[in-house]
């Protein structure tokens, strides 16, 4: 039901141009695209919200090409994925500088966040792909298959990435006392 | 990899899944979607046009354009006509004309 209304919104967008069609996208999708980025920045949520912004952006401008052959939320992801290692490339170019100490300087910018700390804390210690993989397939609910989908890779090798989160995962959880609850 | 391990993973993540409050972003985004600045120039440009054409005729503005005209004819009649200088008068038709040609082929 819920896809249909996106094929239906969507529909409305790209024959008619309406915009009020894809407000009701936008207002549907930004707290998951939104929470996607934050986990992706380690809780940098002014560039979670600019990265965000492309995203929907890049949605509208290229919507006549969603062909309907996934969900819309997977096709949203995807550009979300594509906008967010855009952004990691243009960094490193920028700073020459590597994933890790990308990751060292948005937890430097968050010290302040209280409570989300000890999440951003855990996926720090991901790499990005694996960070990805993990916060999509237990947060977000998307499946394994459609993860592959998303950042363009086979099967396999997203279970591998989740694979190696999950074993990093457990270990820090368990250390800071999670498996007692 | 255990169950357990899954489990508290799983426990986890579905603890610190959170909504994101909108606050405003909707909007921005809406603000920002490219076409939409063209959308509001177009509309601005057609609803000047509109005003100035009910503006002119409102206060009779073709009365007034039709009374300067014949205005400014009666005043060349009283100054005489024959002493209106034929070249310099061919001169500035030509370089009016040469402006008015430049300016199409510009904008074209």
Not at chain 2, 8 to 28: A, M, Y
Not at chain 2, 41 to 58: D, P, Q, R
Request: charged content about 25%.
């Amino acid at each position: 039901m819920s896809q249909l209304n996106d094929i239906s919104l969507v529909a409305q967008v790209v024959v008619f141009k309406n915009a009020r069609a894809f407000d009701e996208l936008v207002k549907k999708y930004q707290s998951a695209i939104r929470r996607f980025f934050l986990n992706q920045t380690l809780g940098d949520s002014e560039l979670s919200d600019d990265l965000a912004q492309e995203t929907f952006i890049k949605a509208y401008t290229n919507i006549a090409s969603f062909k309907n052959l996934s969900n819309f939320s997977t096709w949203l992801y995807r550009i979300a994925y594509n906008v967010f290692y855009d952004y990691i490339r243009s960094r490193k170019e920028t700073f020459e500088i590597d994933a890790r100490e990308v990751d060292a300087m948005h937890s430097t910018e968050q010290e302040n966040i209280g409570q989300k700390m000890d999440i951003y804390k855990s996926l720090k210690m991901l790499k990005e792909v694996e960070r990805t993989c993990v916060t999509l397939f237990y947060m977000e609910d998307v499946s394994i298959e459609k993860i592959a989908g998303i950042i363009g890779c086979p099967t396999g090798t997203v279970k591998s990435h989740l694979s190696r989160g999950k074993e990093k995962l457990a270990n820090y959880l368990k250390h800071n006392g999670y498996d007692r609850y | 990899m255990t169950d357990i391990d899954d489990k508290i993973i799983n426990q986890f993540f579905q603890s610190e899944k959170k909504e994101v409050k909108d606050n405003g972003f909707s909007r921005r985004v809406m603000r920002n979607l490219p076409d939409r600045g063209e959308k509001i120039s177009k509309i601005w440009v057609a609803f000047c046009t509109a005003a100035g054409i009910i503006l002119f005729f409102l206060f009779d503005g073709l009365e007034a354009i039709l009374n300067i005209l014949h205005e400014a004819f009666n005043g060349a009649m009283q100054t005489g006509i024959a002493h209106i200088d034929i070249k310099s008068l061919l001169i500035a038709t030509i370089v009016l004309i040469s402006l008015g040609v430049k300016k199409v082929c510009h904008i074209e």
